[in-house]
């Protein structure tokens, strides 16, 4: 049976004028699933997680969280929470 995706990631691009941070990334977290983001500094991860948290837009790809735009706050914000490790 199928899982419907909790976040999606498709061809998701970042960029910082001529400098891609994110570059056709794609993947998705199914519910109850623990997933994480490991890079070196520069790798795209913290642009990545702006960009599902609506605090940064993106040039190309499409992210849906439950099935929502982040864009979409009344609906993603009270199901979502990200706590970064320091």
């Given at each position: ?11 998701l691009n ?26 070196t500094n ?44 320091r």
């Amino acid at each position: 049976m199928p899982v419907n995706p909790v976040i999606e990631v498709d061809q998701l691009n970042v960029t910082y004028g001529e400098f891609h941070a994110v570059k056709d990334f794609s993947f998705r977290v199914a519910g109850g699933e623990l997933y994480a983001l490991l890079g070196t500094n520069g790798a795209g991860k913290t642009s990545t997680l702006e960009v599902i948290e609506d605090h940064r837009t993106s040039p190309a790809g499409a992210v849906r969280v439950y099935g929502k735009s982040p864009t979409d706050r009344r609906a993603v914000r009270p199901r979502m929470e990200i706590v970064p490790s320091r």
